[in-house]
């Protein structure tokens, strides 16, 4: 990192905080700092999360360093100070009035525990109170799960909670061998992510709802899927290997490229039966009969003149 300093006295300070950004990618930016802005950066990374402290001599050098990562990371950049992911979420949820359940326990259990402290939470997170933990609910949830099996259940269950309470946003959670497939169902679709226990899948659930609540992109290797579609097997692989099996962008058509190679075969047979009608079908004798009629004022047949 950069330690830049100017000699001012009373240096000023933040922290920001991001989700989902590469750690290698956070230290560039802060090390690309220009050398007037006198700020300093300092980075710590834990599993998806990167904390930045920034200090600068100068509020004006600060606040350009701030927009600056803010540029780079947008999407990534979710508080600054002590502003948490849990709060971020709430703070997200009840800016833009959204209402946020859980279709099954499993999901309960990653987003209770780290909303329940949260003021405010009980605005826009039912605790399961009107979902999964609703007797009446929570059957008409497992009664549209129960003819399909392991991931394409845990997708049918976030749909019927999502339409049965009249939710935003559903989220939803499937754990097989250490790995929990994360679902977070909207009103056209649902997004999906495979990620390890060790990676911490609550905060990768909170992060999801946080962007799907502001409308930003989600991070690469999560997945969108309509609820008829089927689930794919790769969503069920760890994020690696969802990398790999990504289908490739489809290739752009070239229809005019092939409109062009039709015309010019035709210009080439049409070129060639002239030369088999004016020779009489000795092609050979085409080279010698074009030096003639260069040469002369009349073409070899009645009728035409050459210009």
Not at 16 to 29: K, N, Y
Not at 151 to 171: C, I, W, Y
Request: glycine share 8%; proline share 6%.
């Amino acid at each position: 990192m950069k330690n830049l300093s100017c000699e001012q006295n009373e240096p000023v300070r933040c922290v920001l905080r991001l989700f989902g950004a590469s750690a290698l990618g956070v230290q560039q930016a802060a090390s690309a700092f220009p050398p007037e802005w006198c700020v300093t950066a300092q980075c710590r990374s834990r599993g998806a999360e990167t904390l930045i402290a920034l200090q600068s001599e100068t509020a004006a050098g600060l606040d350009k360093a701030r927009r600056s990562l803010h540029g780079c990371f947008a999407a990534d950049l979710y508080g600054e100070g002590d502003t948490d992911l849990a709060a971020a979420v709430v703070q997200a949820l009840e800016h833009r009035r959204r209402l946020l359940v859980c279709a099954d326990a499993a999901a309960g259990a990653l987003m209770e525990a780290r909303l329940e402290a949260v003021p405010g939470a009980e605005k826009v997170f039912d605790f399961g109170t009107q979902s999964y933990a609703d007797p009446k609910v929570g059957a008409q949830i497992a009664r549209r799960a129960a003819r399909r099996q392991d991931a394409a259940a845990a997708l049918a269950r976030v749909q019927a909670a999502q339409h049965l309470v009249g939710a935003e946003l559903s989220a939803g959670c499937w754990e097989q061998d250490g790995k929990f497939l994360l679902l977070l169902g909207t009103r056209k679709g649902c997004w999906l992510r495979t990620v390890y226990r060790e990676d911490g899948p609550g905060l990768w659930l909170l992060d999801m709802i946080r962007r799907a609540a502001c409308g930003l992109p989600q991070v690469p290797g999560t997945s969108w899927q309509h609820y008829r579609d089927p689930v794919p097997e790769a969503v069920s692989a760890p994020p690696a290997a969802q990398a790999e099996v990504r289908p490739a962008p489809p290739k752009k058509k070239r229809r005019w490229l092939r409109r062009m190679l039709l015309l010019l075969v035709a210009l080439a047979l049409a070129a060639l039966a002239a030369g088999w009608w004016f020779t009489g079908g000795d092609l050979t004798a085409l080279p010698q009969l074009l030096r003639e009629t260069l040469h002369a004022d009349r073409l070899p047949h009645s009728g035409a003149k050459l210009i």
